[in-house]
């Protein structure tokens, strides 16, 4: 890899990283544009990818994260209402690439460090409703909080054979 190819990658993860910390600090998404990142989620989707293995239906996600949205929510509301089919969705979200890992067996080092940077993420952020429990007066989010706890769990696993695999410096490999 020459020095403009890394610079040019380098610079593409520092833009999602700032877009990333632009969401989380004004925890808004104005002034992005949803079909910027609609085109550049059809551009990932169609690199390199291997249909035969990622057979997962997906789509039997969806529908049950709405229907759960409409019966457990804050308030019913629209905004409330599509919060808590995100958090739903984004806690089963992970699942089609698990499987497809445990399908392949074929992990190599950046996908699984992928997962685990993903799984990690979830993780801090129990650690942080933790704290903000004790330490912020009537912060009680139990759809947040289970939905968040879900997708952990989903990643237990994944996380077991990561650290067995780094700790014996061997190649990530799931069992079947």
């Known amino acids: 890899m020459n020095i403009f190819r890394l610079a040019g990658d380098m ?27 609609e085109l550049y989620a059809l551009v990932f989707a169609t690199r390199s990818y291997d249909k035969e293995q990622d057979t997962f239906r997906h789509f039997f996600l969806v529908l049950p994260c709405l229907l759960l949205a409409l019966v457990m929510n804050e308030k019913f509301t629209i905004k409330e209402v599509m919060w808590a089919f995100s958090l739903y969705l984004e806690a089963v979200a992970i699942l089609p690439q698990l499987v497809l890992l445990q399908r392949t067996k074929n992990i190599d080092n950046l996908t699984g460090q992928y997962v685990f940077l993903l799984g990690a993420y979830r993780a801090f952020y129990i650690f942080n409703w933790i704290y903000r429990y004790f330490t912020e007066p009537h912060y009680v989010h139990w759809i947040t909080w289970i939905s968040g706890l879900v997708q952990t769990l989903l990643y237990a696993d994944f996380f077991y054979y990561y650290f067995n695999s780094w700790k014996n410096n061997v190649k990530l490999h799931l069992p079947a």
């Open 11 to 37: 610079t593409h993860l520092m833009s999602v990283l700032v877009l990333l910390l632009k969401i989380h600090t004004i925890k808004s998404c104005a002034g992005i544009s949803l079909k910027t990142q």
